[in-house]
Each structure stands twice: as structure tokens, then as C-alpha cells.
């Protein structure tokens, strides 16, 4: 940090009479005392100048008790709206080390608003501190004002000198400070708050008392955008009236901090929104009436961010909102395969295997006791004595049903379908087999069934978007409001982002947005709580809860609705969660109680509370399509349609060809006769 020698007296001819008594270093060591004793000084930046450096000599540190102190000493001839970088960094120290007092000695008053303003714009100087400045009346003038809106605890020292002639009257001085909360109009009119003479304070009053604490019915100005939940219109009987998340914190501050809030919305709030810069470096909408000094206030479901940071204050965050996509959604009609779908693919693939294996097995032991019998009847009829006649004529009673492999599976997939068989087989293998196949199609069966019972019970599937993975592969157009919005996603680290961004497109009216979500076209961005309420409004034009309405939407919209339009669905994944918090102008020195007094309304849960309300009657007017979910209808049935088609074509396809071989083979043969079809075909059978 600069420092320079000491001035010579013979330099400082303005300062005479101060050197000679030292009632400028008395009075800011009582004023630093006061305040140690009552531990409000945590460390003390002292800026001043070369004409004021013999103020600040040793007995001042002696008799100051222990506290920080940076000392910072700055040319005449500086220009503290951009000062050198000596000087800005040990302003930038100080802020760092958190000193909670500025001590600014300077000869010249415009160096003094300079470096304020500098401090102001920059945040170079903390405003919530404590001030002690000489008194000017260059500090005071209009273009200065918005200044002491920020800067109220500040000390102005106004030195009176003796009256000449009178030999009991003494140097004294005045401790003003700026009228906060009273509006300054027009004229600065500084309050008297002390008065130090013969070394003592006159009324010993509190000089940095906390003047937020009770704003005495101020009238604030409120800037207001409505968002859900943040801010809702509700309109009854052509009177609107405001409610939401915000209005209630606000309504529960100004209780507190004893303050009247008069809301307003800017000019053009439908076009302009938030706002954003304009070519001249200007800035529209909300943001534009926070920039210029005009709002004290801002209500409009601000996030949390760095680009709100540099432009104005906020309070500490009440609430973080899922922020995701509003995206387009699809029916599956996959009614035509509901005979399949009770099982996966894998289980297919088993059935059919099993059905393969166990008819084949159930055909291998058929033919084995075919073989058998046989066997048994060729060693019966080399018997003497045998009686032909007496022969059974049904010597292989059921094994027919098995005894060729096309009959065996068919007889097998029957038993799976829980057809009887027509007879019941010989041989203990073969039926005991048959017995446990018969549970295995029990179980599988019921499976089945109880599969199917649920898929036509509930309604159909439908196909939605809930990953941003998702969301690139559909291909749509992604887009949200402000420009702001698309840097988030094309300055993003991660490949899918960066994807979004390049498909991203900004968009001005959410409801024209809800129309291209719902053509299927058109991706929408916002906090989950609003695009709910879009999709609910767009759902249900009429809209009656409580006469509930959100300007955002406004008189000119219009809102398409059509059959080949798809369902809204909200993206289940969040692309980031956002804190919301309220705005304040430029280092407000509303914000410190303001947070107090919000951390305790979050505690309490009266934020939940308030959401829950503003989001209720929402909630009440999302309902779901088919309600009544087993209400069977011909859709559901359109699979057994589909199977019995498949069957008919089929069919049909077999009687063809047999008939086309009937006509083009059997036909003509040489040895058809259509008279005696039984000796064709068993001359057929003999040469096979």
C-alpha cells in the first residue's frame, strides 16, 4: 500500500488550526472507541490524502484501541473513477480482509464522490459498511443521491471553528448523516446525529444505529414479473389481485421491516420480460427498472446466478427449482401385438424351446414303445396255438397321438394351451412326463394370463423424452426464453449441451412454444412448476381455478388444439437446479435484514406452504387421461383380431396352394381316375 512521508505544516496552511489542537484525531478516536467498545469493528480502511496525512499519526493508534487498520494514502491529483493500481489494490485488500469501516479524509469532495461511484459500479467498496467522511457539500449534490440510497451508515464530520472574540467558545463538531428511509427529494438534507465538543459527545446517542430495521412505513417500489409460482395474477370480478411465493414473502418483510410496497410492471412486460441489453448498453424489462435505480424491489422468479449478480443485488436463495424441458409425447399403438407382449423376448425364446424339446422327447418315447409293442407282438404270433382272431385290434392304445413328430408337437403346444388330450397314452414314462408338463403349463399359463390381465387392464404405453440423451437423439428444437438461456447450454462442459445449444432457438411466448411441443416439433424450457402450469393451461383453456390467470399468457394468444396433437410431458430428469431469489437494487442495504428475516421464513416451512398453495389449484386440473383404467374397449382386443387375421391369411394361403396342386398335379397324373380315388391314392402309398 502507498504510503507517503509526512506533510510539513508550511504544506498544509488548510489544516493549521487542526494541527494546532488535534480535534480531528480526538474526534475520530473517540468515534473509533465508541464503536470498539461496542465490538462493531472487525477493521478500519483509512483513505485519505497528503493534506489530512498529519491527522493520522502515531497517538492515534496509542489511544485507539486494538483493531486492523489499512492504510491507504491517494495523490490530489488522482482520479479515483479509475484509480491507479497502487490505490486499487489496497482498496481490493481491505474489501478482502473484511474491513466494516471507511475512514475518508480527503480535501476534495469530488475526489471523494469519484471514488464512491468507483466503489458503487465495482463493488470495490463494500456499501454496508460504516462511512466517516469530511463534510462537503459536493457530496450532496442530485447526481449523488442514488449514493446515500446505499451508503446510510455514514458519518459526515463538519468541523465549526470559535467564535472570534469570545474566549469560552471552542472548535466543535457536527456528526450528520444521510435521512434514510425518508425519500431524499429533491434537496439532501443531512440529520444531525451527535455533537462533539470539549471532547465528549453531547447526546451520546447510537451513531450507526441499524436504520432497516424499522423503515417507518417507506414506500417501496416493487417491480413485478408474473411467473408461476413465483408471481400469479388471480383475477375475480375485473379486479386483479396479486398473489404467489414472493408477494408472500414480501407482505411477510414489510411486516417485519415495517415498509409499504407499491408494485408496478414496467412498460411492454409482455415483449421485454426480464429484459436483456439493448444495442446502447441499456437494458430493458424488469432488469432495465433495477439497473436504472427506479425499483427497490424486484419479484419475478429471479435465479440465482452471476449474470443477475452483476446487475443488481439478491437475497439469499428460498427455494431451488428443477429446471428441465417441456417436450412432446407419443402413443405407442402396440395393441396389434398384445398377445406377445405378457412375455419378453428371452421368454418366448424359452417356451418355444421348451415346446421343441418336450415334443420331441414325448415322440422318442412314443416310438420306443411302438417298437416295443411290436416287438412283443411279432414274438406272440411265432407262438403256436395263437388265436388271430382273438388279437386286440387296438394294440398301441394313445401312442398314436406321439408317434409322429408333427403330431407330437401339435399335441404338445395343446397340452401348453390347456386342451385335454383326447386319450390317454400307454406306457409309465411317457404319462408321468405328461403329468409333469401339465404343471409347467399350469404355471405358465396363469403367468401368462395374470401378464395379460394387467396390459389390457392399463392404458397404452406411451413414449416420452426424459433424459437430455433422449432429447438430442429425438432431433427436436430445443428453445426458452432469453438469449441468456442458450449461452448456459453452448458454454456448457458435457457434449449433450453443447448439442442443445446448437438446436437452440429463443422464443418469447410460452403458449406459442406449448403449440409446437404439442405438433411434436418443439422442446420448451423452464422451471418444472411452470411448465406444468402452461401444459395445464393449454389442457384446459377454461381455466377456473379461482379465476387463475397468469398474464404471461396474454389477451392475444391463441391456443390450437386438434386431434393429431400430442400429450405435454414434462422431462423427469432436471437439467439443473436453480436457487430463486428476490432482487434488490445495487448494494441495498435492505438485503442484510432481508435475509434474517428470509432464512428464518425457509426455516419455518412457510416457503413450502406458500408453494403448495400457489401450485394447488394446478395440481387439481392435471388429471390424467383415462381415469378408469380397466375399462376394456375393441382397441385392447385389436391383438386376437390380429392373431385371428394371421390365421384366416394363413389358411387361406394353404387352401390355395392345395388347391393349385389339386389342379396342376394330382390332376394330371396318368393314373387319376376321380371314380376310384382310394386305388389311386393306395397306389400312391405302395410306391412311397
Known sequence: MPFLPPARSDLTPVLKDLLEKKD??????????????????????????????????????????????????????????????????????????????????????????????????????????????????????SELHYLWKRIVNVIFVRHYKKILGNIKSRA???????????????????????????????????????????????????????????????????????????????????????????????????????????????????LGEMVNGKADVALGNLQYTPYHLDLMDLSIPYTSQCWTFLTPEALTDNSWKTLILPFKLYMWVAVLLVLLITGS????????????????????????????????????????????????????????????????????????LTGWYWLYCILLVVSYRASMTAILANPAPRVTIDTLRELVDSKVTCGAWGIETKKFFEDSHDDIGQKIGQRFETIDDPMDAANKVARGTYAYYDNADFLKYISVKRKNTSMPMEEFENSTMNGTETIEVTNTERNLHIMTDCVVNIPISIGFHKNSPLKPLADIYLRRIVEVGLVEKWLNDAMYSIRTLNTVDDEIKALMNLKKLYGAFVALGIGYLVSSIVLIAELIHWHLIVKRDPNFDKYALDLYYMSKTKKQ
Open 172 to 286: 466543535w463538531f457536527d456528526l450528520t448523516t444521510v435521512p434514510f428511509p425518508n425519500p431524499i427529494r429533491g434537496v439532501l438534507v443531512p440529520r444531525r446525529v451527535d455533537i462533539w465538543k470539549n471532547g465528549k459527545f453531547h447526546y451520546n446517542r447510537v451513531l450507526f444505529a441499524d436504520k432497516t430495521r424499522n423503515l417507518n412505513g417507506e414506500i417501496l417500489n416493487v417491480v413485478y414479473l408474473d411467473h408461476v409460482p413465483s408471481v400469479v395474477i388471480l383475477k375475480s370480478n375485473e379486479s386483479g389481485k396479486i398473489g404467489g411465493v414472493e408477494i408472500e414473502i414480501l407482505n411477510t418483510l414489510a411486516g417485519k421491516m415495517n415498509y409499504n410496497a407499491k408494485l408496478y410492471q414496467p412498460v411492454n412486460i409482455e415483449l421485454y420480460k426480464w429484459g436483456h441489453m439493448q444495442s446502447n448498453g441499456s437494458f430493458s424489462g424488469l
Open 361 to 432: 422327447i414325448f415322440y422318442g418315447l412314443a416310438k420306443f414303445y411302438m417298437n416295443l409293442l411290436d416287438l412283443k407282438d411279432k414274438d406272440r404270433r411265432s407262438t403256436p396255438g395263437f388265436n388271430e382272431k382273438g388279437d386286440d385290434t387296438d394294440s398301441k392304445p394313445g401312442l398314436y397321438l406321439f408317434g409322429e413328430i408333427i403330431n407330437s408337437i401339435l399335441y404338445t403346444y395343446g397340452m401348453l394351451l390347456v386342451v385335454s388330450l383326447p386319450k390317454l397314452p400307454t406306457g409309465w414314462s411317457i404319462r408321468l
Open 24 to 141: 480531528l484525531e480526538l474526534v475520530l478516536m473517540d468515534l473509533l472507541n465508541s464503536l470498539t467498545r461496542r465490538h462493531e469493528l472487525t477493521c478500519v480502511a483509512i483513505i485519505c490524502d497528503p493534506i489530512y496525512l498529519n491527522v493520522f499519526e502515531g497517538a492515534l493508534f496509542k489511544k485507539t484501541m486494538s483493531v486492523p487498520f489499512v492504510m491507504i494514502v491517494v495523490e490530489e491529483h488522482e482520479d479515483l473513477l479509475s484509480p491507479n493500481f497502487n490505490t486499487l489494490e489496497s482498496l481490493r485488500e481491505a474489501r478482502r480482509d473484511g474491513c466494516n469501516m471507511y475512514v475518508v479524509f480527503l480535501a476534495n469532495g469530488l475526489q471523494v464522490s469519484r471514488l464512491l461511484k468507483f466503489g458503487d459500479r465495482h463493488r470495490i467498496l463494500d456499501t454496508r459498511a460504516k462511512y466517516i467522511i469530511l463534510h462537503d457539500f459536493r457530496l450532496f449534490h
